[in-house]
Nanobody, 112 residues
Framework: QVQLVESGGGLVQPGGSLRLSCTASGRFFSIYAMDWYRQAPGKQRELVAFISSGGNTNYADSVKGRFTISRDNAKNTVYLQMNSLKPEDTAVYYC??????WGQGTQVTVSS
């Protein structure tokens, strides 16, 4: 069973930036597509960003131009760079691998 461990969440003011990291245990990280989801209180979990094994990316309309997903296969890690953060970005962010594995989540709070 693969383990996905997220880090990098926290409290940030509107307009600020954070970088989330998700590191996977085990082998063959590079062959899997990865994505980031988020879930705000009282809302359904939603897909934020996706990166294929080949590095192709896709984003939710709400984060396009502000968030960037990337991966470092040598480090078994996927990143989510979040810029120009807004209060509505407040949520628990989850790393997900397309074999059904989930991380434990990391809280991002955008507030003044």
């Amino acid at each position: 069973q693969v383990q996905l461990v997220e880090s990098g969440g926290g409290l940030v003011q509107p307009g600020g930036s954070l970088r989330l990291s998700c590191t996977a245990s085990g082998r063959f990280f590079s062959i899997y597509a990865m994505d980031w989801y988020r879930q705000a209180p009282g809302k359904q979990r939603e897909l934020v960003a996706f990166i294929s094994s080949g590095g192709n990316t896709n984003y939710a309309d709400s984060v396009k131009g502000r968030f960037t997903i990337s991966r470092d296969n040598a480090k078994n890690t996927v990143y989510l760079q979040m810029n120009s953060l807004k209060p509505e970005d407040t949520a628990v962010y989850y790393c997900h691998r397309l074999d059904g594995s989930w991380g434990q989540g990391t809280q991002v709070t955008v507030s003044s």
